[in-house]
């Protein structure tokens, strides 16, 4: 996939491109729709929220977590996020599903307006047959009333949907005005595409300091959450380089 970006170039060789790309966005936005201060106050302080969450599931120091301890709340943070099951759990991190479950179950004893926000999620979901993100927008959850893995899954889509649904609300919300005003900017500059939480611009190199200013800030004050938004920034002559 990285050899593949290297085919990704500016147009003149006085250009360059550059990469915005959002910081754990749907981590933030779930520490903003769950209310829970704990994992509010890691981004607050500017932690790595996996090293947080590791050091926390463990009941250790952050100085004593260990990379696979990380790489596991990584995938537990994430997890919760797409609604991974303990068997999935256990599948990702290659451990028995027991101890997956522990994980999850411990998760959440640390972290209970997250479990709140989700059933309350799916509550929602059942009673209306639709939830809706950040920015109002509706997603319509079909089999929330069913049975079994239908219902289940369902389920786990609803609180996807709130959750990456918003972040997508957000980054669509800051392209709007970055492609408004753009050209005020920096006249020869071209925002090119959106991939997922990421927008690739084509800048001259004269001009990148303003434009990524002006992109980051758009970004970052696209939706008012209770946490910080923060956005990477990276520049080269191919999209590679710019990742």
Not at 42 to 68: C, K, L, M, Y
Not at 171 to 176: F, N, T, V, W
Not at 228 to 243: L, R, S, Y
Request: charged share 25%.
């Amino acid at each position: 996939g990285r050899k593949i970006r290297r085919a990704f170039i500016p147009g003149a060789e006085d250009m360059v491109l550059l990469s915005a790309d959002y910081s754990q966005v749907e981590l933030r936005v779930l520490a903003h729709c769950s209310g829970d201060e704990t994992l509010r106050n890691a981004f607050r302080d500017g932690r790595d929220i996996h090293t947080f969450v590791a050091g926390q599931i463990n009941e250790v120091p952050v100085e004593e977590v260990t990379s696979e301890m990380r790489q596991q709340a990584k995938a537990v943070n994430f997890g919760i996020v797409y609604g991974q099951t303990p068997y999935g759990l256990s599948s990702q991190l290659g451990i028995p599903v027991d101890e997956a479950e522990e994980f999850i179950n411990t998760y959440f004893e640390r972290y209970p307006q997250v479990q709140e926000f989700i059933g309350q999620t799916v509550n929602t979901a059942r009673q209306e047959g639709y939830v809706r993100t950040l920015a109002g927008r509706r997603c319509r959850i079909t089999g929330i009333r069913g049975s079994g893995t239908v219902r289940s899954s369902a389920e786990r889509v609803a609180v996807n949907s709130v959750i990456q649904g918003s972040a997508a609300d957000m980054i669509k919300l800051a392209m709007i005005p970055i492609s408004d005003r753009l050209a005020d900017v920096s006249g020869r500059s071209a925002l090119l595409l959106q991939i997922h939480d990421e927008l690739l611009l084509e800048v001259p190199e004269t001009d990148v300091d303003q434009v990524r200013d002006f992109v980051v800030d758009n970004m970052q004050n696209a939706m008012n959450l209770s946490v910080p938004i923060e956005v990477d920034v990276a520049i080269g002559h191919n999209w590679e380089e710019a990742k």
